[in-house]
């Protein structure tokens, strides 16, 4: 199953993915699946599982797209939200933290602005 996964995934990437959705023919796909052994049901839910890919399946074209990604804050009220960004921090190993306050002290004076407008418009400053 693994190398008919790759043999997938390398095909969408050929054809744009993750960036682009990509349609393949839906009646080849499961044709090919079945060739192998393969559930190709089971195929998408390990594609889904293992590489975050989702696909909608149609009568002519399964679509592949990347599963979207979560905001870690999204759905949070801003007390919520202060306590996971404070968790994350504590988390962070020095020189990660180091870092950032390098990218912070290298921002030019507007951009230095905007940071600090957004954590007062949060609640954070």
Do not use: C
Not at 59 to 73: H, L, N, Y
Request: zero cysteines.
């Amino acid at each position: 199953m693994n190398e008919f996964i790759d043999n997938i995934l390398m095909t969408l990437k050929t054809n744009g993915f993750p960036e682009k959705r990509v349609s393949l023919p839906t009646e080849r796909m499961y044709e090919a699946a079945d060739n192998k052994g393969l559930s190709f049901n089971q195929v998408l839910e390990q594609l889904k599982a293992d590489h975050a890919v989702e696909a909608q399946i149609g009568p002519e074209k399964i679509i592949f797209f990347q599963t979207p990604v979560e905001a870690p804050f999204s759905g949070m009220n801003q007390e919520d939200m202060m306590r996971q960004a404070q968790e994350m921090m504590s988390q962070m190993d020095p020189e990660e933290l180091r870092k950032i306050q390098e990218m912070f002290t290298n921002m030019s004076p507007e951009q230095k602005e905007e940071v600090l407008k957004k954590g007062k418009d949060m609640g954070l400053i």
